[in-house]
């Protein structure tokens, strides 16, 4: 292994490092992000330890031959995690309920550990030389499905919220893929986790961006990302806009003070996040103010889950009783006339204002 090799896996470590450090000073990503991002730098800097410390010992005296062993199974074990831990900085829910995604990554890592006696993956000889095994191609396939599989994951998660994120992802896959075959059919090009190191970095960018779409008060997407969603739309979507308003909101305020007014936020919020479904993205577009975006033009269903929000709403006022109640209007775009999201917008936030007055008059 040249020095230049040496100079290459350490610098890619010094960024690594560079890239932990900087992740637990951003304010911004919350806990749980921060949490699996690590987790992946960490486990990076591991395998490309096992990579260094394999070609440092490979072909040299055979003492070191159970070093090269512990390298090669540890590398090959470790590779194809990497994609499944940063999947759940995006989604934490996927992988507990379809476990089954995780048994390729199993059985790589049952036949990485076997591999020094069996030589599934690889074979390291009585004087310390590498070859790889009959079986090198399952971890080839593991570990590009495990890529593909974490770009899907991230295509889902910007359909959803109808964010910008899902061809970042993609073309960041494919660069990562390209990188690592790249080594893949020329063994003495280490170009694999430089890739990796810096498709982190560009990972980080991306999921700044992808946080910075979150109001920090309520978890509900913010008014930035609101208008980015809805440039996205065209005249062969049909979707459905519903516009919402806590009333009495300044009383409250001036009642109960800032505090409470907080609480009530992230109350209201918290029931219109689980009171819509997948198809919907929810969005907290001013102080008071919230916004539903809903991928059809079904009212039927729209009705339903409105029916729903009030429903739970007036749950939480049995047990609190100073909890606000919420008036709301629809807007809903079904190709029968040119696409006009503000329009649409208008029309809710019109319906809205009818539905406060309404209440008004009741007393609510």
């Known amino acids: 292994m040249t020095q230049t090799h040496v100079a290459s896996y350490t610098m890619d470590i010094i960024a690594l490092l560079f890239l932990f450090v900087l992740l637990h000073n951003d304010h911004l990503l919350g806990n749980h992000r921060k949490r699996a991002f690590s987790y992946g730098i960490i486990m990076t800097i591991l395998v490309i330890l096992s990579e260094m410390g394999t070609n440092l010992v490979n072909g040299s005296d055979a003492r070191f031959r159970s070093f090269h062993l512990f390298c090669n199974a540890l590398g090959f074990a ?15 829910k996927i992988l507990k309920t379809h476990k089954l995604l995780l048994l390729p990554t199993v059985l790589n890592a049952v036949a990485s550990f076997l591999s020094p006696l069996f030589g599934f993956l690889f074979f390291v000889d009585k004087n310390n030389h590498y070859e790889r095994g009959k079986f090198f191609f399952v971890f080839v396939a593991v570990y590009i499905i495990n890529i593909l599989f974490f770009a899907m994951v991230i295509w889902y998660t910007g359909q959803k919220h109808l964010y910008p994120i899902k061809w970042k992802i993609v073309g960041l896959s ?26 982190l970095f560009l990972v980080y960018i991306i999921l700044s961006a992808f946080e910075g779409s979150f109001d920090v008060l309520t978890g509900l997407f913010n008014r930035a990302a609101f208008e980015k969603a809805s440039q996205k739309f065209t005249g062969k979507k049909l979707f ?65 889950q409105l029916k729903c929000m009030t429903d739970n709403l007036g749950k939480e ?43 008004k008059k009741k007393g609510i």
């Open 78 to 92: 470790l590779a194809p995690l990497i994609p499944i831990i940063l999947i759940t900085i995006f989604d934490t």
């Open 317 to 359: 006022r049995q047990n609190d009783s100073c909890l606000p109640t919420v008036a709301y209007g629809t807007g809903v775009f079904t190709k029968n006339e040119p696409l006009d999201f503000q329009k649409i917008l208008k029309e809710a936030d019109n319906q809205m204002y009818f539905h406060k007055q309404l209440q």
């Open 240 to 304: 459905s806009v519903i516009v919402m308003d806590i009333n009495h909101f300044k009383e409250i305020n001036d009642t109960y003070g800032h505090d409470y007014g907080d609480t009530v936020l992230k109350e209201v919020a918290a029931i219109i996040k689980n009171s819509f479904d997948s198809h919907c993205s929810c969005y907290r577009i001013g102080g008071d103010e919230f916004c539903v975006i809903r991928r059809d033009a079904n009212r039927e269903k729209l009705e339903h």
């Open 174 to 199: 494919f660069f990562t893929v390209t990188g690592t075959c790249v080594q893949l059919f020329m063994p003495k090009v280490y170009t694999s986790w430089h890739c990796v190191t810096l498709s």
